[in-house]
């Protein structure tokens, strides 16, 4: 049995979090974590039966008092990085599903890594669905060099653009053998044709409604080509999150992206 503890186990993923490592007989919680819910039971907030599991309000309290091996954690891009930092620091795994971490800090956590022997996975996203899109990305842009993107999330979500989409233009951009062409339109208003990622426009909807959506939009000569993923549960990112938390702790430093996990 891996001993878990979930990191933000009161946010949207971290209670399907809870309820997927519960279900897993290789996986034991171990703990929860979420300061604003302190005191509550950890399965009770997750919408199934108590657990027995009382959520902390502090990462480090938790960690002394549960003594895990993986730290899963869904919070937020502005604690993410110290939080990662801390737990690995006490040479314990990390699976982040947090967006936000720049390429500056995933180094640092690399640095640890190596001093400390913690492993982690960053995958801005856990969805099947999803790796396969951006693989089919990367492949299209080899041959067709011009392409947009739009991503399409829920109106809580904390950043724009959203980590899948910087990372499927980042795979773009490297997969690339030409040039795009220049893009000469001009902004009447700033922003109007989005973040740019190597090359690549970026656009970001935010709306009711929506979980987690992303096309990609590439323009050839007389011809169009459109990929879309649409994550429409949260339950599609949970096979990719037991996955990693079981892979984590063999496969040495920082990895990013769970496609290197398949
Ligand atoms: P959410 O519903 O707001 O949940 C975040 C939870 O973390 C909240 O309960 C929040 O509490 C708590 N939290 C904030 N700071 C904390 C801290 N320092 N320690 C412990 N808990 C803390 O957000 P979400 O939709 O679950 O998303 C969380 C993150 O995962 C975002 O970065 C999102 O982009 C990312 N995400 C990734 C994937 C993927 O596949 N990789 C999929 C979906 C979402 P308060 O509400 O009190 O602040």
Same mark, same amino acid.
Request: charged share 20%; glycine share 6%; proline share 0%.
């Given at each position: 049995m891996i001993r878990i503890v979930v990191n933000g186990a009161g946010g949207k993923m971290g209670r399907e979090v809870v309820k997927a490592v519960a279900a897993d007989p290789e996986l034991e919680l171990a703990g929860a974590v979420d300061p604003s819910h302190k005191g509550e039971d950890a399965g009770i907030l997750a919408g199934t039966e108590r657990n027995g599991v009382t959520v902390g309000g502090s990462l480090?309290?938790? $960690?002394e008092e549960t003594h895990p091996q993986v730290v899963v954690d869904f919070t937020s891009p502005s604690v993410i990085?110290?939080?990662?930092?801390?737990?690995?620091?006490?040479? $314990?795994?990390m699976v982040i599903g947090t967006t936000g971490l720049t390429e500056k800090q995933r180094t640092l956590l690399q640095e640890i890594s190596s001093r400390t022997g913690a492993n982690a996975l960053i995958a801005p996203n856990f969805s099947l669905g999803a790796v396969l899109m951006m693989e089919a990305a990367e492949k299209i842009s080899a041959y067709l060099p011009n392409a947009e993107i739009i991503e399409l999330h829920h109106n809580h979500k904390y950043d724009a653009p959203s980590g899948t989409s910087r990372l499927t233009a980042e795979k773009m951009g490297a997969a690339r053998k030409q040039e795009p062409c220049e893009d000469r339109t001009a902004e009447s208003i700033p922003g109007a044709r989005g973040a740019v990622v190597e090359g690549i426009r970026i656009h970001s909807v935010r709306l009711p409604g929506y979980v987690a959506h992303q096309e990609v939009l590439f323009g050839g000569e007389g011809e169009i080509l459109t990929i879309r993923h649409d994550s429409l549960d949260r339950k599609s990112f949970m096979p990719g999150v037991v996955l990693a938390c079981k892979k984590v702790l063999t496969v040495p430093g920082v990895t990013y992206g769970l496609e290197n996990y398949l």
């Open positions: 480090q309290t938790v $960690l990085f110290d939080n990662a930092a801390a737990v690995m620091e006490k040479g $314990l795994s």
